[in-house]
């Protein structure tokens, strides 16, 4: 790697490192945070399908601009967003104040989602190993800071309540002021491709007449049957075992650990048929074990088997997608993916918020998980037809 690239590498890492910690300091009890603004189980869901749509509307926008203006720029609105966001939860109690707050953290997460991760990553594809690396590493400079955030948050709250954002609002005003100064511009590495939007449509036109491609982003998409009701309601399960504030920590703890886990096995397996077979049998029995399960104490166990395989799954579908997106359309193609992925999380969230009452939160949780497991069976199963796709 070049010395100016590891240089510019270093720089983002650390204001990443910053943004991530403010971020993810409530990130651990937010479900008992939003209990004690008077929201319901069912309400929390719908806050987050508002933060879905918001997201979906802006995702692919947002990485049509990132390619045309330079990657730092969005990024750095996208911290702005943020500390809007966590103003109001901070400032405002009830739903409509927190659906507010969720909107604008969706148009955060909009703008950062193809930003200076696929600058790097176009910079790094021609070197496999490289680009896994700088993937494995940003991926675990996020959740180490994670880890420090889960294991400080729930004291702060205990003692300082919502002045705990306090805290979150500092430490990404930091990151957006160092952001300004020292990260790089990343624009793509032949802007002139971009100097005309037409180019742009017809480039992304051509590249998603690619089957593989678009079976590709269809894998990644059906994660969020999985990951999103993963993230939204294992702090539901544990509310209603009664846990203190604490295990909220440690289990939060436990899945980043799981999860930086995933990207050092990840690193050193690669893509191989046989270990996504044993992740997905993995992950359905746990789906069913969930369904089926009376005891809430069980369903909290089951929690803490879940994160490592599901991540190593998630890690294998993100690395391949991006060594097949052409080199032009990484932020465009990278945001289509997400706003497809949005689309199924939105969905899930309004099936979860309709469901929660009816059956439970572990059965719905492990419901998902048995679709997510179906849906991705299949398009592997498509995906293993074409020649050119040839996993070990």
């Not at 294991?151 to 919502?162: E, K």
């Amino acid at each position: 790697m070049e010395i100016n690239l590891k240089h510019e590498v270093r720089r983002y890492f650390t204001v990443n490192a910053l943004f991530s910690i403010g971020r993810a300091l409530p990130q651990a009890i937010l479900t008992p945070i939003l209990v004690a603004k008077g929201l319901t189980f069912s309400d929390i869901a719908i806050v987050q399908a508002v933060f879905s749509a918001c997201q979906l509307l802006l995702e692919f926008p947002s990485g049509i601009l990132s390619d045309k203006i330079g990657r730092k720029w969005t990024y750095l609105a996208s911290i702005f967003f943020m500390l809007l966001s966590y103003f109001i939860v901070y400032s405002a109690t009830g739903f409509a104040a927190m659906c507010v707050a969720w909107g604008l953290y969706g148009v955060a997460a909009a703008l950062q989602s193809a930003t200076l991760d696929y600058y790097f990553a176009e910079r790094l594809r021609a070197n496999e190993s490289m680009l896994r690396k700088f993937y494995a590493n940003d991926k675990n400079i996020i959740l180490l800071t994670s880890v420090v955030a889960a294991l400080i948050g729930p004291t702060l709250y205990q003692h300082f309540q919502d002045s705990l954002y306090i805290f979150s609002i500092s430490s990404m005003l930091v990151a957006f002021m160092m952001g300004c100064v020292c990260l790089p511009y990343g624009g793509t590495s032949n802007p002139a491709e971009n100097d005309s939007s037409i180019r742009l449509r017809d480039e992304l036109r051509v590249a998603l007449k690619d089957s593989r491609l678009i079976i590709m982003i269809g894998i990644l998409c059906v994660v969020e049957f999985a990951l999103t009701p993963f993230f939204q309601l294992w702090q539901m399960v544990f509310i209603e075992t009664k846990v203190s504030l604490q295990l909220f920590g440690v289990f939060f703890i436990a899945s980043q650990i799981f999860n930086i886990l995933a990207n050092w096995i990840f690193m050193r397996i690669g893509s191989k048929t046989s270990v996504r077979r044993i992740l997905l049998v993995v992950i359905i029995s746990i789906g069913f074990l969930l369904i089926f399960t009376r005891d809430s104490i069980f369903s909290a166990v089951l929690l803490f088997a879940l994160p490592l395989p599901l991540f190593l799954y998630i890690a294998e579908a993100e690395v391949a997608l991006q060594r097949v997106i052409p080199s032009s359309l990484m932020s465009s193609v990278g945001s289509l993916a997400g706003t497809a992925g949005t689309i199924v999380s939105l969905f899930t969230l309004l099936v979860v918020s309709f469901m929660i009452p009816l059956i439970g939160v572990p059965a719905v949780l492990g419901g998902f998980l048995v679709v997510f497991v179906l849906f991705s069976t299949l398009l592997l199963f498509r995906l293993g037809r074409f020649p050119s796709y040839q996993p070990k």
